[in-house]
């Protein structure tokens, strides 16, 4: 069965430092991956994806994650945090089909000044 | 482009009585949308998936009869609490995908029962 594992389940960085969350996925073929981003009291914001091709994917505010076969993980990397990147951060993975989605227990990142 | 929207965002009933929780995709028509369910620091449960026109499917240990899902059109699902009860209170969001492996968020519905 697919699952998605986020090891960590807050991190605290500080501003201006540099991120990285971590995604290990169980998928029997070549998965179809997701990082989402949700706020306080919001829905869920696309951050990038992976489906196939260049294993480093960019995505939005400066977002970008590397897909590691090997590893079986897709974690999430940015430069340099700012304070409004202070959010909860969900991987995911599509399933068959791509109509179904299984996420992961998220990690809340916290940014100290 | 590609929003979908949730009403009401905020929801307080009684015990006992019903709720409907509207969600639309506002610039596109979604052939599938999905319901989640979102416990206090917890991650996103699949409640059930509907297309337009059809029954929803339901994930295991869900109950279809308290949580009925409409799906009348390609741009509304509604999901109904029916009966709730204070352990119903949740954030609800829905999605909708027009294409495999692509879903546009709504912003969520917090239900509080008392």
């Known amino acids: 069965a697919q699952s998605v594992t986020q090891p960590d389940i807050h991190i605290t960085v500080s501003e201006g430092a540099s991120l990285e969350l971590r995604c290990n996925y169980s998928?029997?073929?070549?998965?179809?991956l997701f990082w989402y981003v949700q706020s306080p009291g919001q829905g869920l914001q696309l951050l990038l994806k992976?489906?196939?091709?260049?294993?480093l994917v960019q995505g939005i505010k400066g977002f970008e994650a590397e897909f590691k076969r090997s590893q079986s993980s897709f974690n999430l990397r940015k430069p340099s945090v700012h304070w409004s990147d202070a959010a909860e951060y969900f991987c995911?993975?599509?399933?068959?089909?791509?109509?179904?989605?299984?996420f992961g227990a998220g990690t809340r990142l916290f940014v100290k000044a | 482009g590609a929003v979908v929207s949730q009403h009401p965002s905020w929801v307080i009933c009684k015990s006992g009585t019903s709720v409907k929780i509207e969600c639309r995709s506002l610039?596109?028509?979604?052939?599938?949308m999905f319901w989640y369910r979102q416990f206090p620091k917890q991650s996103l449960m699949l409640m059930a998936t509907?297309?337009?026109?059809?029954?929803?499917?339901?994930e295991q240990g869900v109950e279809k009869d308290k949580f009925l899902i409409n799906h009348a059109s390609l741009t509304l699902s509604t999901l109904t609490v029916t009966s709730a009860h204070p352990e119903d209170s949740s954030f609800y969001i829905c999605?909708?995908?027009?294409?495999?492996?692509?879903?546009?968020f709504g912003p969520g519905t917090r239900l509080t029962v008392t």
């Open positions: 610039d596109f028509q979604a052939t599938t």
């Open positions: 992976y489906f196939s091709g260049d294993t």
């Open positions: 999605s909708a995908s027009y294409k495999a492996y692509e879903q546009y």
């Open positions: 509907s297309n337009e026109g059809s029954k929803a499917t339901y």
């Open positions: 998928y029997g073929a070549t998965p179809y």
């Open positions: 995911a993975v599509g399933n068959t089909g791509g109509f179904k989605t299984i």
